[in-house]
């Protein structure tokens, strides 16, 4: 039997990582906190079973994120585009690059921070007041384009130029698309910057008009107890999704002495804080 679309896809995801996820001359993995036994036993072991073993030296850390992001967006666009007869739509995923300050203003629900940055340029009070927590320029985003009258009436007149006038989904109302999903890429979650990503969602909750997209952080950290530090909790990331959850739970399983640390990664898993890689298409279309 073959392997279905979505396990081709998670295996080619792997073979891209080669360049990536490298062991250097000691056999620390570049996922791993040299500093921290625990952490290269733990990403040795994913590695070996994904078969990502290659040997070289550790990129620097921003090239590294930016390589993770650009396989994440290729392994979302292979998998969640396929997804049209469940989830049907104009779909665009597509990954920030440059880092624009108002890149979510190209959205619907954001919109409106357009006039609030003009406003703020141009008076200093409400620039402190304000502060810049409207400024979020999430990794990659998934947006929806609004339909064409034809194709919502396609199976019946279900609008027409009396009704309707400003629902987002209708493109003759002149909207922006809507955003589906924000999502951050994380190939290491380090203590100093690990509350990026509950901000950024907190932020994109609170400046949004119109409905929550979808905030999810991809991570190919191997320590569970760091991935906990973003994954436990509700109420500002849907969940947190492993690059390797497969391969990290069965090294995580197979490890003596280190009961808290299997347990962290149960209660993340079963309390669905913690998905595979492959789960997260089949989430966003909900």
């Known amino acids: 039997m073959s392997d279905s679309l979505f396990a081709q896809a998670r295996k080619s995801f792997y073979k891209s990582l080669v360049n990536v996820l490298l062991t250097d001359s000691i056999g620390v993995p570049s996922n791993a906190d040299g500093n921290n036994p625990l952490s290269v036993k733990v990403a040795s072991g994913i590695a070996r079973l994904i078969q990502a073993e290659a040997k070289g030296a550790r990129l620097a850390g921003q090239v590294a994120g930016k390589q993770f992001e650009e396989f994440c967006l290729t392994f979302i666009k292979s998998t969640f585009l396929e997804l049209g007869h469940i989830r049907p739509g104009q779909w665009s995923v597509t990954r920030i690059t440059g880092r624009p300050k108002l890149a979510l203003a190209a959205f619907e ?14 008076n200093r009070q409400l620039a402190a007041a304000i502060g810049s927590d409207y400024i979020i320029t999430p990794d990659i985003v998934i947006s929806r ?3 064409e009258d034809t194709v919502i009436n396609q199976p019946q007149i279900l609008v027409d130029d009396t009704c309707v006038k400003l629902a987002a989904l209708r493109k003759i109302n002149g909207c922006l698309p809507t955003l589906h999903a924000s999502i951050s890429c994380k190939w290491t979650i380090r203590s100093d910057r690990v509350q990026n990503a509950r901000s950024e969602a907190l932020n994109l909750i609170g400046n949004r008009k119109g409905h929550v997209p979808h905030v999810v952080v991809i991570t190919g950290e191997p320590l569970p107890n760091r991935i906990a530090s973003i994954a436990l909790g509700t109420g500002n990331i849907d969940c947190v999704y492993h690059f390797a959850l497969q391969e990290l739970i069965a090294t995580i399983e197979d490890l003596e002495n280190e009961e808290g640390t299997k347990e962290t990664l149960r209660t993340m898993v079963e309390g669905k804080r913690l998905k595979d890689i492959a789960d997260l298409p089949m989430d966003l279309a909900l």
């Open 145 to 147: 384009a609004p339909e």
């Open 109 to 122: 629900q954001y919109a409106h921070l357009t006039a609030i940055a003009e406003a703020a340029r141009s």
